[in-house]
């Protein structure tokens, strides 16, 4: 299957720092977005990204949509303990035989108060 | 508006057993979606439906079907459980291809 390599794989920082997360892949996608998951429960939709070069924020989280449409990052500005949680990358794929969708490891963020 | 729900919460199972997850939404949504969750692998989709009476495999769609005889239901099935099958299993339904996906809580299942 696709490979959304997502780096890094887990994040400790301290309250108020700003935290940086990106997934690559050497497929090409047609939208890419941006999940966080709190323990126990389903991931929620954070952004989404649809075309090549877009940058959208959401309060303090910003992504972009890289420009060869292999890749995507996330920003989150000034963090708070509420942050903390996996935080997955998605892409989804057009295809003739269907749409594909593809999740990223995820990225564990850890805010130390 | 309880989003989407589903059920059992969690299921243990033996080697061989069969189960039927359900997934329900109530937001109207034509699309819907089963992924697995494992450690280190991410979310991995299963199979998903664009609507009523339709199905399409996704990624990891072996071991697993799925019906979708009405709108708001989803049901995953597995047949012959195996020990492999041991993981998160998470459904979500999007109003549109592309649009925000809206997650289930989860089902837990062990097999034994």
């Known amino acids: 299957g696709q490979q959304l390599n997502q780096s890094p794989q887990s994040m400790f920082i301290q309250e108020g720092e700003d935290v940086s997360m990106n997934c690559t892949s050497s497929?090409?996608?047609?939208?890419w977005l941006w999940y966080k998951q709190d323990p126990g429960e389903g991931p929620v939709l954070l952004i989404a990204?649809?075309?090549?070069?877009e940058l959208t924020s959401n309060g303090r989280l910003t992504a972009q949509f890289g420009i060869t449409r292999k890749d995507s990052f996330l920003n989150i500005s000034a963090s708070i303990p509420s942050d903390v949680g996996i935080y997955f990358c998605?892409?989804?794929?057009?295809?003739?035989?269907?749409?594909?969708?593809?999740f990223g490891t995820g990225t564990s963020l850890t805010v130390i108060p | 508006n309880a989003g989407v729900t589903q059920t059992p919460k969690f299921r243990v199972l033996k080697t061989g057993q069969s189960m039927t997850l359900l997934c329900a939404q109530d937001?109207?949504?034509?699309?819907m979606y089963w992924y697995r969750q494992d450690p280190g692998m991410g979310l991995r989709l299963i199979h998903y439906?664009?609507?009523?009476?339709?199905?399409a495999k996704g990624e990891v769609p072996d071991g697993y079907n799925v019906s979708r005889l009405k709108k708001q239901n989803f049901l995953l099935g597995l047949e012959s459980a195996a020990p492999s099958q041991t993981s998160v299993y998470f459904c979500?339904?999007?109003?549109?291809?592309?649009?925000?996906?809206?997650f289930g809580p989860g089902t837990r299942l062990l097999v034994l």
């Open positions: 990204l649809y075309k090549a070069g």
């Open positions: 497929s090409i996608f047609n939208t």
């Open positions: 979500a339904s999007s109003l549109n291809l592309g649009e925000t996906q809206y």
């Open positions: 937001m109207n949504h034509e699309y």
């Open positions: 439906s664009v609507g009523e009476g339709t199905t």
């Open positions: 998605a892409g989804q794929l057009f295809r003739d035989t269907g749409n594909q969708f593809y």
